[in-house]
């Protein structure tokens, strides 16, 4: 089995759907990613926030699993960490496994707890025509399924790097399934 790490740390101050890729970024306690455009306290993505502003932004650090983008290669698109507008590109680690509350330890000191899925929009259409229907589909009971990463909240900030370790801390059960957030 592999061990589970970080692959890439991506940002953008600016709302893009794309982040660019970084050897280094830090986490901050309660907010996010510093210098990242979803960092803060209540919601930071648009559509979000045009609804009700007020809102808790449970989306600080988006993750997405290394693995998708090889299933997404398979399908034909060409897909690099950061492309997805994601801030930690994990290795190794089943995020969409994972329960509601599961928290990641990232590197020596950094701290997240997974809040939910994302939910991917009809930009990733823009970025990639017809790769939205690659990362939400439906299984065979009909239900709706989200490949598009794990979204997550910072419990104890710090530095993160690609090659920093992972280590998984389950919440105690029973454990709820992710949903989207």
């Known amino acids: 089995m592999?061990?589970?790490s970080v692959?890439?740390?991506?940002?953008?101050a600016k709302h893009r759907f794309s982040k660019a890729n970084q050897h280094s970024i830090r986490l901050l306690a309660g907010l996010g990613v510093e210098g990242d455009a979803h960092l803060g306290v209540t919601v930071q993505h648009r559509s979000r926030v045009a609804r009700d502003p007020s809102q808790p932004n449970l989306r600080q650090v988006h993750l997405i699993h290394a693995e998708l983008?090889?299933?997404l290669r398979a399908a034909g698109y060409d897909v690099a960490p950061g492309d997805l507008g994601e801030n930690i590109t994990t290795s190794g680690l089943a995020l969409l496994d994972?329960?509601?509350g599961t928290r990641l330890r990232l590197g020596p000191a950094a701290v997240v707890e997974v809040t939910g899925l994302r939910n991917p929009c009809l930009q990733i259409d823009a970025f990639r025509s017809g790769l939205l229907k690659e990362v939400v589909g439906r299984d065979e009971t009909g239900a709706v399924v989200r490949k598009g990463g794990v979204m997550s909240?910072?419990?104890v900030g710090g530095v993160v790097r690609p090659g920093d370790a992972i280590a998984v801390e389950l919440p105690d059960p029973p454990h709820r399934p992710l949903e989207r957030v």
Do not use: Q
């Open 7 to 12: 692959l890439a740390v991506s940002r953008d």
């Open 69 to 71: 983008f090889d299933e």
């Open 153 to 155: 909240v910072v419990v």
């Open 2 to 4: 592999l061990s589970a």
């Open 98 to 100: 994972l329960p509601t």
